[in-house]
């Protein structure tokens, strides 16, 4: 008998018929002997639905002083969503409780709309789990050391599944979506796109942070501290498919690099359009110049990707980065206004028509020429890089935007990732 955390996405628990099909296949999981907790998020298009209702009633969204009000707002949809779940097992003949996050309790800083999980009182849970329940626990949300209700930001159901199976030490943390598991890259740009049955946390957490939209990034990071084994795989198969097979499908997401996983130098095409590069021309040439310029950037609490300086010239130089495209306009504005006059650089220049294109794979670390093959596959093409980022086992280039599935299309094709066997 197994502990498993099985967590379902919004279009998973899209409607009554949707949340029945899911009591079923978490009965079918229980019966067969396993201690189930699961973690259901909103109902699609709740919380937009819900936060839009907010919008109508104080547009001005930037003042802090609502965010609290909106983390109540936003947590109901989770708890809607985990009380029709029970409802929906009770009426299967399956025993099971709901839980909210403040219930549990699962604990969180106060950065309201953002907070992170400091720890799980898991106690209750595995007291209902002993008596032979199936716990559904809210995702999305916690409470802070005073009382107030927070919530983790978009795609935190993901990570409040691997906290509670990191906390509770399950054999296995199931994320149920509307896709069944990793792929080489989007099959929406690419058909050939494969289905990858392994991929490594670290590619994985490339991928996610490169703009695979499969799993949450923080999830992904919280499942490779804690060394929770997880798995992607597909709510939409039948309910009542073999639980072996079910147990094998999608894919999984392991430390184990195992000689298969070596063989493939390039494991995904990753990419983002939510780019915009910013650039700061004419800057001097001198000590504690990217502090001035991203040290502003970051007490505006906007994030910054992709860095490059070039080589100064008569004691100038340019100074670009990326941000999300969201934060093009009041990262150009922070610049102009603030840290321009101080520097005394010529200009600043935004463009919001970037995009990224990133090669991922653990077998990266021993072949050489692989970020050689990537350059050469987009010379041929036409395309002209604007920007490279690199790590250990990612190599990221910075485009026009109009290319991106063009170059997608290409590096998938160059390094074999449609013929390799998934």
């Known amino acids: 008998m197994a502990l498993i955390v099985h967590k379902y996405g919004g279009t998973s628990m899209g409607s009554t018929e949707r949340i029945r099909n899911v009591a079923k296949r978490v009965a079918k999981w229980?019966?067969?002997?396993?201690?189930?907790?699961?973690?259901?998020?909103?109902?699609?298009?709740?919380?937009?639905?819900?936060?839009?209702?907010?919008?109508?009633?104080?547009?001005?969204k930037a003042d802090s002083a609502y965010h609290r009000e909106l983390d109540m707002l936003a947590a109901t949809g989770e708890q809607a969503s985990s009380a029709l779940l029970a409802i929906a097992l009770q009426a299967e003949g399956?025993?099971?409780?709901?839980?909210?996050?403040?219930?549990v309790p699962i604990r969180t800083d106060s950065s309201y709309t953002k907070a992170r999980i400091e720890s799980i009182d898991d106690a209750k849970v595995r007291a209902d789990l002993a008596a032979g329940k199936v716990v559904i626990v809210t995702g999305f949300q916690g409470m802070d050391e005073v009382g107030n209700i927070t919530t983790l930001g978009r795609g935190g159901s993901d990570t409040s599944a691997v906290a509670v199976a990191a906390a509770m030490k399950a054999d296995e943390c199931l994320i149920y979506t509307d896709v069944d598991g990793v792929y080489t890259t989007d099959p929406r740009v690419v058909p050939e796109a494969r289905r990858l049955s392994t991929v490594s946390f670290e590619e994985m957490l490339e991928m996610a942070s490169m703009g695979s939209k499969v799993l949450q990034i923080r999830s992904v990071e919280f499942a490779g501290k804690y060394r929770v084994p997880l798995r992607v795989l597909s709510s939409f198969t039948p309910w009542d498919i073999d639980l072996t097979e079910e147990a094998a499908s999608g894919t999984l997401i392991t430390f184990e690099e195992d000689d298969k996983m070596e063989q493939a130098i390039v494991s995904g095409i990753a990419f983002n359009r939510d780019e915009a590069k910013i650039?700061?021309?004419?800057?001097?040439?001198?000590?504690?110049?990217?502090?001035?310029?991203l040290g502003a950037v970051a007490a505006a609490n906007i994030e910054v990707d992709v860095i490059i300086q070039n080589v100064s010239?008569?004691?100038?130089?340019?100074?670009?980065?990326?941000?999300?495209?969201?934060?093009?306009?009041?990262?150009?504005?922070?610049?102009k206004d603030k840290v321009l006059p101080a520097l005394g650089a010529a200009e600043v220049v935004g463009d919001p028509k970037i995009c990224k294109v990133s090669i991922v794979g653990i077998g990266m670390r021993s072949h050489v020429g692989v970020a050689s093959t990537m350059f050469r596959v987009l010379s041929e093409e036409g395309i002209n890089i604007q920007?490279?980022?690199?790590?250990?086992?990612?190599?990221?280039?910075?485009?026009?935007?109009?290319?991106?599935?063009?170059a997608v299309r290409a590096l998938h094709k160059a390094f074999g990732l449609d013929q390799q066997a998934a």
Not at 94 to 103: D, E, L, T
Not at 325 to 335: G, K, Q, S
Not at 389 to 401: G, H, M, R
């Open 30 to 60: 229980a019966r067969a002997g396993h201690q189930m907790v699961v973690v259901p998020s909103a109902m699609s298009g709740e919380t937009n639905r819900l936060l839009g209702l907010a919008k109508e009633l104080a547009p001005s």
């Open 94 to 103: 399956m025993a099971s409780v709901s839980y909210a996050g403040w219930q």
């Open 279 to 293: 650039s700061v021309l004419g800057v001097p040439d001198k000590p504690g110049i990217a502090y001035q310029i």
């Open 313 to 335: 010239k008569d004691g100038k130089t340019d100074f670009s980065f990326t941000v999300h495209r969201n934060d093009h306009t009041r990262t150009v504005e922070l610049l």
């Open 387 to 406: 920007m490279i980022s690199t790590s250990e086992i990612k190599t990221s280039v910075v485009l026009d935007e109009k290319y991106m599935e063009l």
